[in-house]
Nanobody, 124 residues
Framework: QWQLVESGGGLVQPGGSLRLSCTAS????????IGWFRQAPGKEREGVSF????????KFADSVKGRFAMSKDSAKNTVYLQMNSLKPEDTAVYYC?????????????????WGRGTQVTISS
């Protein structure tokens, strides 16, 4: 039974940082590309970032470029989203998702497996 589990969300003040983790079980993260998505109340799900199976290729939405970074630890079957200089508009539920090709897309309908999400709230 495959599973993607997000963790690391929480409440942070503007300008702060958080690191989200996405851990895969039941299948190996190193054969799937991983994407991070977010959905704020009343808004559509937004693609945030992508990392290829090798970890050598990444892609970020313009709204987070320069502030967010992705990395992966294949030994731990875990992908990380480092979020810096956080803004109130980054508040959302963050989801990780997996797909079995390495096209650097942030389209949600290209991803096959999804986690249940972790809440990120940026507020003073």
């Amino acid at each position: 039974q495959w599973q993607l589990v997000e963790s690391g969300g929480g409440l942070v003040q503007p300008g702060g940082s958080l690191r989200l983790s996405c851990t895969a079980s039941g299948f190996f993260a190193n054969i799937y590309a991983i994407g991070w998505f977010r959905q704020a109340p009343g808004k559509e799900r937004e693609g945030v970032s992508f990392i290829s199976t090798s970890g050598e290729s990444t892609k970020f939405a313009d709204s987070v470029k320069g502030r967010f970074a992705m990395s992966k630890d294949s030994a731990k079957n875990t992908v990380y989203l480092q979020m810096n200089s956080l803004k109130p508009e980054d508040t959302a539920v963050y989801y990780c998702a997996a797909k079995d090709d390495n096209q650097p897309t942030l389209r949600a309908d290209n991803y096959k497996y999804w986690g249940r999400g972790t809440q990120v709230t940026i507020s003073s």
